[in-house]
């Protein structure tokens, strides 16, 4: 019995790196047997962009199995041969795997050496620069390696690069030398334990800006050139020193690696990615235009803050499989949302948390296509599927509600320990979830975590409302659908919107008169008529003005063709008129996006002609063309 249990075992292991992707099955086969690993990579980069990047690879590890060992590598080895403690042996290279053979493997201590040939789809490369971007499981498309989150190492890198190349990457640059006319080699320091996903480098042409901002080395590079745009670099530099001062506060752990480096990237393709000490962001988030609105200044140090906060929450302390990946985002959110209200003490964050993460989160939990916040993974190579509304809005809103349930103290206190007892390593959800039940044994954790988190959805509330019946979600905190019987009854319930006093209170009102338009409670047209009171009337917040704007374009969109012709001239008028900036802008750019009647056309086409309008930046501009 015991042999054919053995056998099982051993066939699915095989099984597990048969096919491609790094399977659950394949990372913990390795996780058992595999540690204390170190890559010394040599990658050569040429400044020809359909030239292929080359490089050699040595990985030092532990190994304490008795069976065959894969690295990951889906692209060209070298040579047929792979050295391992310094002999060489024919390995197998097929479904992104490269086997070596258990009988040249030894325990304890192994070296393994491979040269290769690296695919072109994770170094994001153009005519002059480029930038790695590994997550989930994309280094193994560079280099071979092993691509799960909780095999951390140390990297040694070096890198040869076109000489006039500037290169950013997680550990200090140690030397810059000269290996021929025109190109030279950068060699860079150990690196902080990190998985796989983090480690990245960026080089190209770039402008480099160092300054040191409260004792604190801030470093960034960009390929920015309107002098305007630069000038923001010293305010940028400060927003990443406080978001990296309130951090350490918070968690009682100091920045935890070697050096807090940027880059600033134009077209990318995410808000930013955490990598430490090469941290990468959007240019069009971080530099502003000429007349940027309040929501734009608090976007910036949200994603700036966001990214810093992943340097505890993430990098730190890494989840265990990608299953988790939504702990180290909500963990980001929660802490950019706190930085944020801390920075700009005058906006309303309440209203603010509501626009950013409820209107998203119910958008998509209330569809069929929703799921839980945790959800199964059975392979890397489907990690990106896990990532939308649910873990960047919901998963927020779920935080705020722990917090209010164990009080703040008594959580910042649970995920100091949890910082702590797993600093440098990897944790689940799961294992959080225990250190804070324990923290606050009397707030029922455990069920709460059931609920928010395992399962999927929202409530459904049905309402019937009286003239003395308060309105439902009264102070706007609800993640609950609220349905009225009918048409009769919306109207009816927009009727007092006057009887809402706070923002809050009146965003909420908004929200359920679109849900019931999605429930078919009312029709577009009809909803429409209602909101035309609220963006005609004295508001003075510009955030709930903007929500406004926002939910009106989503119901215009929906309305009969004599109605949306009226109300695009309404909302035409409003976007040159309206005493608030904010809704004139967010009006400008929703009707230059979506105007159908032909004389507002006119205007928006008189209007992009002239290009005459300060609200509107090139961006646009560009949008409206």
């Not at 199995?65 to 290279?93: A, K, M, W, Y």
């Not at 500037?166 to 060699?187: E, G, P, W």
Request: aromatic letters at 10%; a neutral charge; hydrophobic letters at 40%.
């Amino acid at each position: 019995m015991r042999i054919k249990f053995l056998l099982l075992i051993c066939s699915l292991a095989v099984f597990a790196w048969s096919q491609p992707g790094v399977s659950l099955e394949l990372a913990q086969y390795r996780a058992r047997h595999v540690s204390h690993v170190e890559y010394d990579l040599q990658l050569s980069v040429p400044f020809e962009r359909d030239s292929a990047v080359t490089g050699m690879v040595t990985l030092v590890f532990d190994w304490a199995g008795d069976g065959d060992l894969p690295i990951d590598f889906q692209g060209r080895l070298g040579s047929e041969f792979v050295e391992v403690n310094h002999r060489r042996c024919t390995v197998r290279h097929a479904s992104e795997h490269i086997v070596i053979p258990h009988d040249v493997l030894r325990p304890g201590h192994n070296q393994v050496s491979i040269t290769f040939t690296s695919l072109d789809q994770a170094l994001n490369r153009h005519d002059d620069y480029l930038y790695t971007l590994f997550v989930p499981d994309h280094a193994r498309s560079v280099f071979p390696c092993f691509d799960q989150p909780d095999l951390k190492a140390r990297f040694r890198l070096s890198l040869q690069l076109p000489r006039p190349w500037l290169a950013i990457s997680n550990a200090r640059q140690l030397d810059r030398r000269a290996v021929a006319s025109a190109t030279d080699v950068i060699h860079y320091a150990e690196s902080d334990p990190l998985p796989t996903y983090l480690f990245s480098f960026t080089a190209g042409r770039f402008e480099s800006y160092s300054t040191t901002h409260d004792g604190r080395d801030i470093s960034i590079l960009h390929r920015e050139t309107d002098p305007a745009k630069v000038a923001q670099l010293p305010h940028i530099a400060g927003e990443m020193a406080h978001a990296i001062q309130w951090m350490e506060q918070y968690t009682g752990i100091k920045q935890p690696f070697s050096k807090y480096g940027t880059v600033v990237l134009p077209g990318y393709q995410f808000g930013g990615m955490e990598h430490p000490g090469c941290i990468q962001l959007r240019d069009r988030t971080i530099f502003l235009g000429p007349n940027p609105s309040p929501d734009e200044r608090m976007k910036r140090l949200q994603l700036i803050a966001h990214e810093t906060a992943h340097l505890w929450f993430g990098d730190l302390v890494t989840m265990r499989w990608f299953n988790d990946v939504w702990t180290k985002e909500v963990f980001a959110n929660f802490m950019a949302d706190k930085v944020c209200r801390e920075r700009f003490p005058n906006l309303d964050h309440d209203l603010a948390f509501m626009r950013a993460h409820y209107i998203p989160a119910m958008a998509t939990d209330r569809s069929r296509g929703t799921h839980p916040i945790q959800q199964p993974l059975t392979n890397l190579n489907q990690a990106g599927l896990l990532y939308g509304n649910i873990i960047y809005h919901k998963a927020p809103i779920m935080m705020r509600k722990l917090e209010q349930r164990m009080g703040e103290r008594e959580l910042q206190h649970g995920l100091q320990t949890y910082l702590r007892r797993f600093a440098n390593s990897n944790a689940t959800w799961d294992q959080l979830i225990d250190i804070l039940d324990a923290q606050s044994p009397q707030a029922g954790i455990g069920e709460f975590d059931r609920q928010w988190v395992k399962h999927k959805g929202m409530p459904l509330v049905d309402v019937t409302l009286a003239d003395d019946t308060p309105l439902p979600n009264a102070d706007g905190s609800d993640y609950v659908r609220y349905r009225l019987a009918d048409s009769a009854a919306v109207m009816a319930y927009v009727s007092r919107w006057s009887e809402l006093t706070t923002a809050q209170s009146r965003l909420a009102a908004v929200m359920i008169l679109y849900d019931n338009l999605l429930m078919r409670r009312i029709g577009a047209d009809g909803a429409m008529s209602c909101m035309m009171p609220m963006l005609q009337s004295p508001e003075a917040d510009d955030q709930l003005l903007a929500a406004y704007a926002g939910y009106a374009t989503s119901i215009l969109s929906r309305t009969t063709p004599s109605v949306r012709s009226q109300a695009e001239h309404k909302l035409w008028q409003l976007a040159r008129r309206h005493p608030s900036r904010v809704l004139r802008q967010q009006l400008l750019r929703s009707l230059g996006r979506m105007v159908q009647s032909p004389a507002v056309v006119d205007s928006v086409y008189a209007l992009w002609l002239s290009q005459s309008e300060p609200l509107l930046s090139t961006n646009d501009l560009t949008r409206i063309a």
